[in-house]
């Protein structure tokens, strides 16, 4: 995996999490746990594989049309993950 990569694209995903605005609670928790588990990615500290997977794709299925970037971003950053074997 290139981390260089993977590094940057975190930090775009980092980015954008930081300008979704007005969501419920739910959705809320959702993008806190996805904050969390791109900062540990970063620090590149022990992340929960599949959950970090499912909360992507939970993320990108919920916030596909009101956040194109974020989503284009989080599929991205799957691909790589799932590219690496993680």
């Known amino acids: 995996m290139n981390d260089r990569k993977l590094d940057a694209l975190l930090e775009k995903v980092h980015s954008e ?3 979704v605005e007005k969501v419920d609670a739910e959705n809320l928790r959702l993008l806190q746990d996805l904050e969390q588990d791109v900062q540990a990615l970063l620090k590149r ?3 929960e594989t599949p959950s970090i997977l ?5 993320a990108m ?9 974020l989503t284009a971003l989080l599929s991205e950053v799957s691909t ?3 590219n690496a074997g993680i």
């Open 17 to 19: 999490l930081q300008k």
């Open 45 to 47: 500290s022990e992340v």
């Open 54 to 58: 499912a909360r992507i794709r939970k």
């Open 61 to 69: 299925d919920r916030f596909e049309i009101e956040h194109p970037t």
């Open 80 to 82: 790589i993950l799932s």
